[in-house]
């Protein structure tokens, strides 16, 4: 099967974006929260190291996840692919 233009161009635009965002999340993962142990200073009472580990990997994660959902449905009603919504 043939895909059309416009197929390639979406598929294009959607593992890019997929890339850009797997790219931040790598960074949040391993890249910050490797060098926040270095972070010794408190932050509400905590190691400020546990909250860029455990509260804003999360926020992050949330962002991410929010920002994709946001972009694709944009994306789907520009190539006229998005799903129609019920009342």
């Known amino acids: 099967m043939q895909l059309t233009e416009s197929q390639k161009q979406y598929w ?5 974006m997929t890339g850009f965002l797997l790219a931040i999340w790598f960074l949040v993962t391993y890249v910050v929260g490797f060098s926040a142990r270095e972070l010794n200073f408190n ?45």
């Open 43 to 87: 932050f509400f009472g905590w190691p400020f190291s546990f909250w860029v580990g455990a509260q804003g990997a999360l926020v992050v994660y949330v962002l991410i996840i929010a920002y994709y959902a946001h972009y694709m449905n944009n994306l789907d009603k520009e190539y006229g692919c998005a799903e129609e919504e019920e009342d």
């Open 12 to 16: 294009s635009k959607n593992v890019r």
